[in-house]
């Protein structure tokens, strides 16, 4: 009697559409060579995605987060092709991350290679980073002053003491992949911008650079219908309250932790031995050298596969990643002028765009009164 194997294999291909979740797909591989090898070789990667998605809270946790990671790079291409696109990116900017991934599951794709990456670096770069950045936030504050002095606003930029800023595990958690998920948008409109003229690709402006940061990374937030802290810019403004407003209950800071953690010295000194290791120096400008620091931070997962994790010392670079930190230098030594006026916010600068966003609303208000009662 005919069985499931004696159907043609184009009528098999069609089997991991009807599937649940990634799991079946799994198993049904594992029972024998002809499955694995059409399942394998022949299941479209959207439908690996949706099979993942349906798999999010169980297989892909942290979620949305690690699902937006792996496809943010692939959508980031397909929304710069065109204003239509871009418009659609922006408006689902405005649902949070939820928004950000309903999009990622309508237009990006996925494979099984990809999915075991993923898991690769969620176990071995993104869960100690998470350690490490939890740290830095709660880190105690110090100081190198003689006893009995306090520090002067000059002493804080000047790095020689640090404020100390609490937050939850969970939002410094989420500040790991919200730096991945910046870098994996951005990145390909920062090669665009040092790419020659003639070699330049589509690219976002700064404007949807600010749309990302000011929806997705949640500062005066509600509770959406999932669960996860989303903003709602219409009804509940992120970064200004008028006085007259009624008061609001603050549940999640993670702007601030993001602002603290990246311009914090400890996170400077992880990357340290990745510019020593790419080779410091040997650029003809300062603002070069510069440029070089923030591209290399700004590369999505690449840039975190880079910096030393907990235990792990000083990790050499493999020879990949040194010929993509020589690639990108050589990009960035073509850059022949210092941008000017609006030309620098063209450039994706996470720290930058941190601050412009951070320079106004309450928060900012309340860093200004902490450095002034210190001095």
Known sequence: MPGLLDLPVEILCYIPS??????????????????????????????????????????????????????????????????????????????????LYSLCLEHCSLTLPAIRQLHLDHATILTPLQRIVNKISNSKPFTTFEYGRLPSIRDIIDGRYQLQLTCRPAESGRTVYQLVIYGELFFPTLESCLAPPMQATPRFDYTTRFEYIKHCIPNWSQPSPSGYQTQQQEEQPPFYTAPSAPPRVRTNRDLVTLNFVVGSERWRQMWEPVFLQGGVGGVELLFHESLWRSAVQTMGLESMRLIPVENAGRRPLSEAAWRRLMQLRQMVAGVRSRPEGHERFAIPDLESDLLGCCGRGPEADEILLALSQLS
């Open 18 to 99: 009807y599937l649940t979740d990634i799991k079946d797909l799994t198993n049904a591989s594992s029972t024998c060579r002809l499955l694995h090898a059409v399942f394998t070789e022949n299941t479209h990667p959207k439908t690996i995605l949706r099979l993942a998605a349906a798999s999010g809270p169980t297989l892909f946790s942290p979620h949305p987060q690690l699902l937006v990671t792996a496809t943010a790079r692939e959508l980031a291409l397909w929304a710069a092709t065109s204003p239509s696109r871009t418009r659609a990116l922006r408006q689902a900017f405005k649902g949070g991350l939820e928004g």
